[in-house]
């Protein structure tokens, strides 16, 4: 009812009318779609947090590369440490000689230091 008082009392045509409705709707979807469409504002959000993701995901996995990409340097025959073999073997392998006295170190104790 207001609307139809509002036309007839600013003398609107329909034709007007029809032309302003028709540009407000396509002002309104324009809108939705800017917000809520597939390529919308919500989206856009929700793939930057993935993405924020998928980084901190890879930087954990660079991290882990670089340790393996260590560990092979380390076995290199130009770089092998046969002190550190032998003291490695022992601790893996379990092995001591008669004379000898293994003493093992927590990682939280050495640490806290």
């Given at each position: 009812?207001f609307?139809?008082?509002?036309?007839?009392?600013?003398?609107?045509?329909?034709?007007?009318?029809?032309?302003?409705?028709t540009?407000?709707?396509?002002?309104?979807?324009?809108?939705?779609?800017?917000?809520?469409?597939?390529?919308?504002?919500?989206?856009?959000?929700?793939?930057?947090?993935?993405?924020?993701?998928?980084?901190?995901?890879?930087?954990?996995?660079?991290?882990?590369v670089?340790?393996?990409?260590?560990?092979?340097?380390?076995?290199?025959?130009?770089?092998?440490?046969?002190?550190?073999?032998?003291?490695?073997?022992?601790?893996?392998?379990?092995?001591?000689?008669?004379?000898?006295?293994?003493?093992?170190?927590?990682?939280?104790?050495?640490?806290?230091?």
């Open positions: 009812m609307l139809y008082n509002f036309v007839k009392k600013h003398h609107i045509t329909k034709r007007l009318f029809i032309t302003y409705f540009g407000l709707m396509v002002i309104l979807y324009f809108i939705f779609c800017t917000v809520f469409g597939q390529k919308g504002l919500i989206e856009y959000v929700s793939l930057k947090n993935k993405v924020a993701g998928k980084e901190e995901v890879k930087k954990e996995l660079l991290s882990e670089q340790v393996k990409k260590n560990m092979v340097d380390g076995m290199n025959s130009n770089s092998l440490d046969v002190d550190l073999l032998d003291e490695q073997a022992r601790r893996v392998l379990g092995y001591a000689g008669k004379n000898e006295v293994v003493i093992y170190q927590d990682q939280k104790s050495s640490t806290s230091k």
